[in-house]
């Protein structure tokens, strides 16, 4: 069993930063591939980034891709650095943990509580 808390959302103006983390708990977490997906109110949930098990591959989704940075560390801690944000980016955030670093949320086993983010203009 993997548990996750998510932090750091809050209230942010445009063009400001974020940091948000994803606590992880769980004998499994070291082998597994973490996630950050968002949705926001009437709108499907929607790829942010992944990273993978050791850290040496990232990627984006595309409306996030040079503003966003995903990273992890040893003490299973995921974070996703979000800066230039734009209220477009106004969210609840979820990280997730699975087998493999996809696109797809169905391919994440777990999934914390989220996380809110909004962004003033």
């Known amino acids: 069993q993997v548990q996750l808390v998510e932090s750091g959302g809050g209230l942010v103006q445009a063009g400001g930063s974020l940091r948000l983390s994803c606590a992880a708990s769980?004998?499994?977490?070291?082998?597994?591939?973490m996630g950050w997906f968002r949705q926001a109110p009437g709108k499907e949930r929607e790829f942010v980034a992944t990273?993978?098990?050791?850290?040496?591959?990232t990627y984006y989704g595309d409306s996030v891709k040079g503003r966003f940075t995903i990273s992890r560390d040893v003490k299973n801690t995921v974070f996703l650095q979000m800066n230039s944000l734009k209220p477009e980016d106004t969210a609840v955030y979820y990280c997730?943990?699975?087998?493999?670093?996809?696109?797809?949320?169905?391919?994440?086993?777990?999934w914390g509580q989220g996380t809110q983010v909004t962004v003033s203009s």
């Open positions: 769980g004998r499994t977490f070291s082998s597994s591939a």
């Open positions: 997730a943990a699975g087998e493999r670093s996809t696109v797809r949320g169905r391919d994440y086993a777990y």
């Open positions: 990273i993978n098990w050791r850290g040496s591959y």
